[in-house]
């Protein structure tokens, strides 16, 4: 996002947000809206040197980590 002192504009429910092996960050949205006009799912992908890849790098690197059993 351009700028990063807004609040996320999509909320974290509607998000998956993955790092594929390549280093390339795919993010689904979930559809939105149940009047008038309803947003459709959608899928991005963003890879290094993308304008928003920083963004969304740090939206995946804040997520919860399962725990590894020691």
């Known amino acids: 996002m351009a700028d990063d002192q ?11 947000i993955e790092k594929q092996s390549n280093g ?9 809206g149940t009047r008038g006009a309803a947003l459709p799912p959608a899928r991005f992908s963003f890879r ?8 969304w790098a740090r939206r995946f690197d804040a997520l919860p ?6």
């Open 6 to 16: 807004r609040s996320e504009s999509i909320p974290a429910e509607r998000l998956s």
């Open 24 to 32: 390339t960050i795919v993010v689904a949205v979930e559809a939105a």
């Open 48 to 55: 290094e040197g993308d304008p928003q890849y920083a963004y």
């Open 65 to 70: 980590r399962p725990r590894v059993a020691d």
